[in-house]
Structure formats: structure tokens, C-alpha cells
């Protein structure tokens, strides 16, 4: 079987896929995506490749090129429409509610006059995010109405329409520690702590990888996430409130797993390629 992988950066994880694919007998074909142009006015023949994994670091990278395999005829996992739900926040939030997902108390708002009126509701701290992101980027937790103001000036000089968007979540008093849940199709091998004194969590800030028990209520709410959001390779991110329990807070359709491979012993690697097999023999 051949199974292409799509890339920007080569990082422990890509380097791992493709150790993986080659264990278990089957062949890589790389497409390092800086690398190449494609004639896209006419049919591009991927009649070699069997079934592709998405891996490019850069969502824009990522979309455009997955609908680049998809529209000639190749499935790649994730496929566009998860990973487009899961980039975008609003969206994402809006999924799982639809669902009875628990999630944290969410707003939206267009306009700092909208926006302003939002800690009223949930009362402060609040914490203010982007709609598109990841590695904890630009979020910021706002204690008060002269930090708010603050942040509403910084986005102004923001020329992307996108930063004039609020979106708005209550501040969840978390035990120093949120939890990655990785679901691979329908199932949920393996979770992790990302523990940190932080607020922000997110290994890529200096979040520390702690092996966590998938329990039973853990694994139901993860795979009610992953077939809300349409199932594949994900990772879902899990707040602890003391009162009301697990909240589901964002899923990524990318997902970054050499800490959880370090800490849990778990070879994400070969349960991924074993997936992809399994998909691509449907």
C-alpha cells in the first residue's frame, strides 16, 4: 500500500508516521508541500496513493492542499471538512453544543459596544481568544474593564477582520492542569495532563506531559466529541471545572503527539498507520 504524507515541516511526529508506515510494510510517498507546485486547471493523476495523512503545521497549508488531494480522487485524513471545523473555534463551539457536548460558557459579539456588555454575564475574569489559532496564540484572560479596553485597542490596529470578531468564554478555575484526549476513529487509546502553573497549559508554552487515566466517563465524552465533530485522528482538549465536571474546550485535527508517546509508552505512530490501512481498505 502506498500511503502519501503531506508535510511542511519534518518534526518527531512526521519522522515517526513514516517510520511507522515502513514497519508495517507498507510505503511512504512524501509530499513536502514547499517543495512542489500543482497544475490545478487540469486532473492531477494520484492513482499511486492509496490514502494520505494530512501533517502540514500551517492550517492554510493544510486546507489547501488536503482539498488539492481530495478534489483528484485521494481520501486524506483528516479530510477538509474537520479540519476547517476544527481551526475555527465559533464553529467548533457551535458543533458540540448542537450535540449536548458540555462546553464552557461561550459569547460572540461584532462589536467592542457588544463585547463590553459580556463580563456582565459571566463576570470577570473572561477569557478573550481568536477565532482562528492554536498553541495558545493571542488568547488573553481579562480581570477587569480597563484590561479589556486595553485588549479591544490592541485588535484594533489588527488589519485581519477577523480579530474584530469577540469571542468570549468564562474563565474556568482549572487544578493547574487540562487534559488531551487522542481519539482515533472509534477509539481513545490514551490522554495526557498538560500540567502548568500557567493558565495556559499547551506543552508549546511549557506545559508539562503527565500520563492520565482514560477513565470510562473520559473515553464516553471523547468519543461523543470525535463522532460529533466526524470521527479521524484527533485530539481533544478537556477542561476540569470543580463544579460541573469535564468541559470540552477545542479539538485539533493536526495533532502533536511525541510528549504523549514519551510519558504513556503508547506508539501513537503505528495506531495511526494501522487507521489509515484500515480506512483505506473500505
Known sequence: MNIGVIYDIVRWEEKAIIEAIRDKGHKPILFHVDSLSFKISSKIDFNNIDIAIQRCVSYYKALTSTLIFEENGVYVVNPSP???????????????????????????????????????KLGYPIVLKPILGSWGRLLAKVND???????????????????????IQEYINKPGRDIRVFTIGDEVPVAIYRVSKHWKTNTALGG??????VTDELRDLAFKTSKAIGGGILGIDILEDPKRGFLVNEVNAVIEFRNTVRVTGVKLQSLIVGYLIKEARR
Open 82 to 120: 474537520t479540519l476547517t471545523l476544527c481551526s475555527n473555534k465559533l464553529q467548533t463551539t457551535l458543533r458540540l453544543a448542537k450535540n449536548g457536548i458540555p462546553v464552557p460558557e461561550t459569547y460572540i459579539a461584532f462589536t467592542k459596544e457588544q463585547a463590553s456588555k459580556i463580563p456582565r
Open 145 to 167: 474593564d480597563d484590561a479589556l479596553s486595553a485588549v479591544f485597542e490592541h485588535r484594533d490596529y489588527m488589519y485581519n477582520p477577523i480579530y474584530k470578531i469577540y469571542y
Open 208 to 213: 508539562k506531559a503527565v500520563k492520565a487515566e
